[in-house]
């Protein structure tokens, strides 16, 4: 990672090695006109930089050669599949990245995506062992001798993803409650909720609009304080836990739309009211607020 770091470095800070590497480029007809850098911010765009260098290694080579500073690994084949491996690794970790970034993104839903990834690894660690490349065709381009290695990389990452996510897991019941509550045993669950969960289970009506209707909306409508009061309680409680990055990422957008350089007067105070409306997902009643006012007072 720090040689391909370093080369794109050298290559993309210097205005003039950056425009020859694009002539070079343009004259062997290459597939892309040019690299892509890495944010450490920005964490997926490290899958799209080791992608595209990969890609163009030889172009690269060809043009550190030209200005004196050789990059050896170039020319390594162990450290080709290396890189290889980093790219494939890096793009499956990307796209699960993109989906734990979604909109409305429920604890359940999260888990569900991370326990999907970590049964993946298991199967890429198994067939890694084997020689097996089907899941890494970047890798498989470099035909490696051995690939036990990167079943070890595999292996470190799963152990990784359970320390990491051990406290998600440990709600894994009050989870499967909430999500799936008409395919829990009602021997399983805590003694308070087992006459709400037949209840609910017994209920074919209920169970066909689950089946229609998103979680949210089912818990809503027909999970009501008056018929199920403990598994409501249940239900808010873990529809509170939610992923919070795509509400990140959209306050930082609008925050950046908001105070431009022409509203350099724009105070912290009244920033801070435009955002509140703008993030918040109730509707602001702009006609009612309006006629509470009083625009013309007597003196």
């Not at 381009?141 to 990491?164: D, H, I, N, S, V």
């Not at 992923?243 to 920033?271: I, M, W």
Request: proline content about 3%; hydrophobic content about 35%; some cysteine.
């Amino acid at each position: 990672m720090t040689t391909v770091v370093s080369t794109i470095n050298f290559i993309k800070s210097r205005g003039l090695n950056s425009r020859q590497f694009k002539e070079l480029l343009s004259d062997l007809e290459s597939e892309y006109g040019d690299l892509v850098y890495h944010c450490e911010v920005r964490w997926l765009s490290r899958a799209d930089m080791l992608e595209r260098f990969y890609k163009l290694r030889e172009e690269v080579k060809q043009f550190m050669e030209i200005k004196g500073k050789p990059v050896v690994e170039l020319s390594d084949d162990k450290w080709l599949c290396d890189l290889a491996f980093m790219v494939d690794i890096t793009k499956h970790l990307s796209e699960l990245n993109v989906k734990l970034q979604g909109l409305n993104q429920l604890l359940s839903s999260l888990l569900s995506h991370v326990k999907s990834f970590e049964a993946k690894l298991k199967l890429w660690q198994s067939q890694l062992e084997k020689s097996c490349t089907v899941h890494f065709p970047t890798l498989q381009e470099q035909k490696p001798a051995m690939t036990t290695e990167y079943a070890g990389e595999c292996a470190k990452l799963l152990q990784a993803f359970g320390e990491r996510f051990q406290d998600i897991k440990s709600k894994q019941n009050e989870l499967k409650i909430f999500a799936v509550p008409f395919n829990v045993e009602p021997s399983e669950v805590p003694d308070n909720l087992q006459h709400e969960i037949i209840e609910l289970q017994s209920n074919d009506e209920l169970k066909a609009k689950y089946n229609n209707l998103p979680l949210l909306e089912f818990c809503k409508l027909y999970v009501r304080s008056e018929d199920f009061p403990i598994l409501r309680r249940h239900a808010l409680k873990l529809a509170s836990l939610f992923g919070t990055t795509y509400c990140c990422e959209q306050f930082f957008s609008k925050l950046t739309l908001a105070k431009t350089r022409f509203r350099s007067r724009l105070t912290d105070s009244n920033l801070e009211n435009q955002l509140r409306v703008a993030s918040s997902s109730l509707p602001s009643d702009i006609k009612c607020l309006a006629k509470e006012k009083q625009f013309q007072p007597s003196h």
